[in-house]
């Protein structure tokens, strides 16, 4: 079982273009920001990594950071932003230009693909987005009538992602991994996902609750304060001054690239 422990070099340099790429956590909470760092570093001086479908259930600072970097061209999120720290600059500064495909999604449209993913069916059903809008911004998803009472119900396509990056608190060497009270839609992710790489805060010999179990999870990284900026709670938490600098030196492509020199160069030493 110990061939799961894998370093971030290791764990980036499987991940194709093309792929969907899922990040687990949630808004500025457990991101995996250490896996995507290491992620931007590959592709823009190893082998170039482009045209990822981003999948995240909120997407925030890590997500912004690959869109920034140009890896990702597609996004699918209920909400893309950095809560009080305002928009998430380079995806709104892309979005505006339309040079982003953003699928629209929300808390339902992607519960419920996750769970049609899990029951291995196409679609699943619901009540959600009749009489609104939605559908016209997503023609891939159909109606269905309801054989049992002729009601109209939304048939939400299952989905699946290629690649799923979920940030632990702690996992053991088989691949077991707690990743605490606030778990978004990680351990769906990890049931739906082709393949899982968990990092971790800390890895122990054995853990005695897991949230996410062996058997589905591919790979392990030790990751100390691998979320750092966003927290890690009970660990550490949100640094708001290193997200602040973030909102406040970034607004276009140019400064993005000024960041981001900065940013990766904590990375070049590792390689």
Not at 211 to 224: E, G, N
Not at 232 to 254: Q, W
Request: a negative charge.
């Amino acid at each position: 079982m110990t061939a799961k422990l894998i370093t971030l070099q290791e764990a980036v340099a499987t991940i194709p273009s093309g792929a969907t790429l899922a990040l687990g956590g949630m808004t500025l909470y457990r991101r995996p920001v250490a896996f995507v760092r290491h992620l931007i570093y590959h592709a823009r001086y190893h082998q170039p990594v482009q045209n990822l479908t981003l999948l995240a259930f909120t997407a925030g600072y890590e997500s912004d950071l690959l869109v920034g970097a140009g890896i990702v061209n597609t996004v699918r999120t209920c909400y893309f932003g950095l809560e009080i720290f305002g928009f998430a600059p380079m995806f709104t500064y892309y979005a505006n230009q339309g040079a982003i495909n953003v699928i629209e999604e929300t808390e339902a449209s992607i519960a419920f693909g996750l769970r049609a993913r899990m029951a291995g069916v196409g679609f699943m059903p619901s009540l959600a987005w009749i009489g609104t809008d939605l559908p016209k911004l997503r023609q891939d998803v159909k109606t269905v009538i309801d054989p049992y009472s002729g009601k109209e119900l939304t048939a939400f396509p299952a989905i699946e992602a290629d690649i799923a990056v979920i940030h632990a608190l702690q996992a053991d060497r088989d691949g077991n991994a707690l990743i605490g009270k606030n778990k978004g839609i990680d351990e769906e992710l990890a049931l739906t996902s082709k393949t899982v790489i968990i990092t971790a805060e800390e890895i122990v010999p054995a853990l005695e609750h897991a949230d996410i179990v062996a058997p589905f999870v591919d790979f392990i990284i030790h990751a100390p304060q691998g979320a750092k900026p966003t927290s890690c709670h009970p660990l550490y938490p949100v640094d708001g001054f290193a997200l602040l600098d973030y909102v406040s030196s970034v607004s276009d492509a140019a400064s993005f690239e000024r960041y981001l020199e900065t940013w990766l160069a904590q990375v070049h030493n590792e390689y």
